[in-house]
């Protein structure tokens, strides 16, 4: 196993390394001049000459890629503003509208993101596997009608009109004003301010996961181990929570690394309508200011994420079924 995924790392990597040209080379193609954008409608040319210069902007794209890379590993030395700072490794640069280092400005936004994927995710997969568990133990029952039903009208409604909704009626009176407490600073105040995102986040995917639960629940019932287990007299309950629902769990689990690794780089709706200021937000901002260091460091988090999330699955996946040998 170690092998593999070290296998899995140095592929990652690279497809990472493969992602961030591939975005710096189509900002360096774009039409558009970062430093007539940085400076406004009302710039000099003089002036536009010289955020150029001080930005960098007018050396070779390759040797700008390479002085990028080059931060990352080993740091470097940037002139901003005419003064030149030091930016140690890993080094993303410095915002080209506010001079901050972009490191910063993603560890502002990181903790936001990340409280709210993992916490709407702990709530749908949870909600989603008992719902889906229980449909399929009463399968073609009142129950189970009622359960897929509701999944799918649920589903039938956009996301974003789902989060208006909240955001407009439930924030008012029956659910704690959604704002940004860092979890260290008042471990209450966070999961308050965070409470209208991770129910919407998690009631809202709980229904797809309802269905995929019961789908796969189904199928896992009707193996013949599990009609070997009925066979011996084990209990109903057993047979269900501790055979059948181990089985079921692979392809929900497939599922659930795709679907954390895709709302980690797709929160801009969450983000946006409840006011968090997390990297969705962040990275929206800097495409409109064409902030080329915090895009691409926003980029390397995304892809970073989406490697890493597939990596987690499959080595789960060895725990889950005993059929599955990471080669």
Request: proline share 6%.
């Amino acid at each position: 196993m170690v092998f593999y995924i070290l296998r899995r790392l140095a592929s990652g990597i690279s497809v990472v390394f493969v992602t961030l040209v591939a975005s710096y080379a189509l900002f360096l193609l774009a039409p558009t001049d970062p430093a007539a954008t940085i400076c406004g409608p009302k710039c000099t040319p003089d002036r536009i000459e010289e955020i150029t210069k001080s930005l960098n902007l007018d050396d070779p794209p390759l040797e700008q890629i390479g002085a990028y890379l080059k931060g990352i590993f080993v740091g470097r030395d940037m002139e901003i503003g005419g003064t030149v700072r030091h930016c140690a490794a890993p080094c993303l640069g410095y915002s080209f509208p506010t001079g901050q280092p972009v490191t910063d400005i993603l560890a502002r936004a990181l903790p936001v993101t990340l409280s709210i994927v993992l916490g709407g995710a702990i709530i749908y997969s949870t909600v989603g596997l008992f719902a889906g568990t229980v449909a399929a133990r009463y399968r073609s029952s009142n129950l189970d009608r009622f359960t897929v039903g509701a999944s799918l009208l649920i589903n039938s409604v956009p996301y974003f009109v789902i989060a208006l909704l909240v955001a407009l009626y439930l924030t008012r009176g029956f659910l704690p004003r959604p704002q940004w407490t860092p979890f260290l600073q008042n471990p209450l105040m966070w999961a308050a301010g965070m409470t209208a995102a991770w129910l919407t986040l998690g009631l809202t995917n709980a229904a797809q996961y309802t269905r995929y639960s019961r789908g796969s629940m189904i199928d896992s019932l009707g193996q013949d181990y599990v009609r070997t287990a009925r066979s011996k007299g084990i209990s109903e309950r057993r047979v269900i929570y501790r055979h059948g629902v181990r089985a079921a769990l692979t392809p929900v689990v497939t599922i659930l690394g795709l679907d954390v690794a895709y709302q980690f780089v797709n929160t801009l709706f969450t983000e946006s309508i409840f006011g968090l200021p997390g990297l969705g937000v962040m990275t929206l901002r800097a495409f409109f200011q064409y902030d080329l260091p915090v895009l691409l460091g926003s980029v390397i988090v995304g892809a970073t994420v989406l490697v890493c999330m597939n990596l987690i699955v499959d080595i789960i996946y060895t725990f889950l079924d005993p059929r599955v040998r990471l080669g």
